[in-house]
């Protein structure tokens, strides 16, 4: 391998190990990215208004510690059998005081569409973080975390190490045969809408060495033009969100890139790789093969 790939391998990879988390933990405190804080301990009457969090304390064994959760308009949450039966507090993106109230809950976890939510929670002193997955080193934060916040952290330490190890698998495969590809995972096709660096699908393409086409492209939703679809001549196109078929991102433009001509166009999960549970290093996996597929077309 040539020392320019080396370089570039490098940068991919050090990027997780910069210390810089959603939920930190602080003197016995748990400390989210807008200051609120609680106590690092085990709660017993939790509400749930974060999808990643529900799918954690499932995997943990740990649903007897969930109180109620706030639900989402489209996309499920694992495992659904038992989620479509759990108390709601009403929509992930505006939960019910009232009905939170109803719980009597000693911890409550919002998403960051909550935000406002959390203003009347801490008026009423009931203790509340805001969870915020950007990278993959969040995911491995929250599972330590919400193991000292269920009681469970030997599960939560052999799910920890389960997730590193698949990542330290990915990583062996990318050192080996980097994948050296370029495209973007969009969120809807008219107009063309992908995700940009800030987001957690740019960044799992950042890590598997991928060329995102729309990762310095401004706001977290950015537009692709036709002409820079064109420029760029993705090699592949993933569809997620409202996009359920690979048909679907058969536009014209599209049709004149290396991803149409070929047809490497493919759907993802979006309940997985835009969520931060430990579900996403399997749909990483996922993409990953999808990926080396399309290279060696």
């Not at 990879?13 to 400390?31: A, N, P, Q, R, T």
């Not at 698949?166 to 969120?187: C, F, H, Q, S, W």
């Amino acid at each position: 391998m040539n020392i320019k790939k080396r370089f570039f391998l490098l940068l991919t990879f050090c990027f997780i190990s910069i210390v810089s988390y959603s939920l930190e933990i602080k003197d016995g405190m748990v400390v989210d990215k807008y200051n609120n804080t609680v106590e690092l301990k085990e709660y017993n009457r939790i509400v749930l208004a974060d999808p990643a969090g529900i799918e954690i304390l499932y995997i943990l064994g740990a649903e007897d510690k969930i109180a109620a959760i706030g639900k989402t308009f489209m996309s499920k949450i694992e495992p659904v059998e038992k989620t479509n039966k759990l108390p709601s507090v009403g929509n992930i993106t505006k939960p019910s005081i009232e009905k939170i109230l109803s719980f009597s809950p000693d911890l409550v976890i919002l998403n960051t569409m909550s935000i406002s939510t959390g203003d009347s929670l801490k008026k009423l002193k009931i203790p509340f973080i805001i969870s915020e997955t950007e990278k993959i080193d969040d995911i491995f934060k929250n599972i330590e975390i919400y193991g000292e916040f269920t009681g469970k952290k030997a599960e939560a330490e052999a799910i920890y190490q389960d997730g590193k190890k698949r990542v330290d698998t990915l990583k062996a495969k990318l050192e080996k045969e980097p994948l050296n590809l370029k495209g973007a995972i969009l969120y809807v096709t008219t107009p063309m809408l992908a995700f940009n660096d800030e987001s957690l699908p740019g960044e799992i393409m950042r890590f598997l060495g991928v060329k995102n086409i729309a990762g310095d492209l401004k706001g977290s939703r950015p537009i692709i033009s036709q002409d820079l679809l064109i420029r760029e001549n993705p090699d592949f196109l993933a569809g997620a969100m409202s996009i359920k078929s690979p048909d679907d991102l058969k536009k014209s433009a599209v049709l004149k890139t290396t991803a149409g001509k070929k047809e490497n166009l493919f759907i993802v999960d979006s309940s997985k790789i835009l969520r931060g549970s430990p579900r996403l290093f399997e749909e990483m996996e996922k993409f990953y093969n999808e990926l080396v597929i399309i290279k060696n077309k």
